[in-house]
């Protein structure tokens, strides 16, 4: 019943921003960490950044002072601000939220469908 549904991704210049956005719908007690992976063709998926409920945020050091990952409770929407973009950005990236339908269930990770971020240079 959950849905993550991504935003935002498209072509830009290298140095530009784009903003991602994911929201979660569906049936939801309580969202625990979400986070944004991307996949470039030929390389493995890897993590983004990450951000847990409370607002604590975790990056990998390629993005570390360009890309902001942010929340919104209120909304089950996470968001990731890129800035300085380059080349190497470009991938597919991917939203996921580890989700409780009620307070006693087991949380269960769900996954975007993926929007594309292509940088030119």
């Known amino acids: 019943q959950v849905q993550l549904v991504e935003s935002g991704g498209g072509l830009v210049q290298a140095g530009g921003s784009l903003r991602l956005s994911c929201a979660a719908s569906?049936?939801?007690?309580?969202?625990?960490?979400m986070g944004w992976y991307r996949q470039a063709p030929g390389k493995q998926r890897e993590l983004v950044a990450s951000i847990t409920s409370g607002g604590s945020a975790n990056y990998a050091t390629s993005v570390k002072g360009r890309f902001t990952i942010s929340r919104d409770n209120t909304k089950n929407t996470v968001y990731l601000q890129m800035s300085s973009l380059k080349p190497e950005d470009t991938a597919v990236y991917y939203c996921?939220?580890?989700?409780?339908?009620?307070?006693?269930?087991?949380?269960?990770?769900?996954w975007g469908q993926g929007t594309q971020v292509t940088v030119s240079s």
């Open positions: 996921n939220a580890d989700v409780r339908p009620t307070p006693w269930n087991t949380p269960i990770t769900y």
């Open positions: 569906g049936s939801i007690f309580s969202i625990n960490a």
